[in-house]
């Protein structure tokens, strides 16, 4: 469903198994230069980045928003950690913060999103070695209540993708905190170029291979009773501004 279900906050989001076997947590800044110091800014998150968050829980990766109402912006994105790892993440040195403030909060605008996302290993598909580059990112508001019903269906748009295009890397995650901007489940495809985005859609095709004649009709209904809306982005992941590089070895992980 590379139109309709695929295209899909926050990258290098990635299934990672934490040493005490807690879910993968990426915490996401969402970021916007001011106009007049866009260089400054990139300059101060790459040696922000690359001194503070280059490694292990604390290592960060940082996207450029190309595509929707955030074009432009920057995701610094922090993980994957842990919440028991997020202690030490809010108990920076003095010069970490101090450089924070001067390098990198000092060339922003004040208005920044902070989100937190769980990674849901049984909704995504990490099977190979792989080099961040482009982030595909579909972003749904889940009705109250309705959080099984979506499970339920998100179990059969899985096994769609795991019969009929397993070769594709994509990763699932559920915000941590309740909001009300619409931003509770993401699905986040990994693609190298963007003539991807030109391929044939086969979702509903597919749909009906894998679940019968006549299922896709009705799991758009389903679908349309468990969400309120959806939301697309494209990003590109900046390993030039990053403390991670764009390199991700799931075979070692």
Known sequence: MKKLFIIAFLLPFLMVAQENQEAAIFMNVLMTPQPDKI????AGVAAHNKKYHAEGTQQVGVYWVASGKDSGKYVWSLGPTSWSSMDETNSYSDDHTKDWNNNVAANALVEMETTYWKGDPS?????????????????????RFKGQEFNALLDKVQQVFMTKDSEQQWGSYYNEL??????????IDFFEKSSWMGQEDKFPQWFEEVHGAGSFATFLKDFEAVTDGDMQELWVFREDLSGRSGQIQVSSN
């Open 39 to 42: 260089e400054a800014f990139e």
């Open 123 to 143: 909704h995504s598909n990490f099977t190979k070695d792989f080099e961040l580059k482009n982030l595909a990112i579909f972003m749904l508001d889940i009705k």
């Open 178 to 187: 309740t909001n009300k901007d619409g931003a509770d489940f993401v699905w």
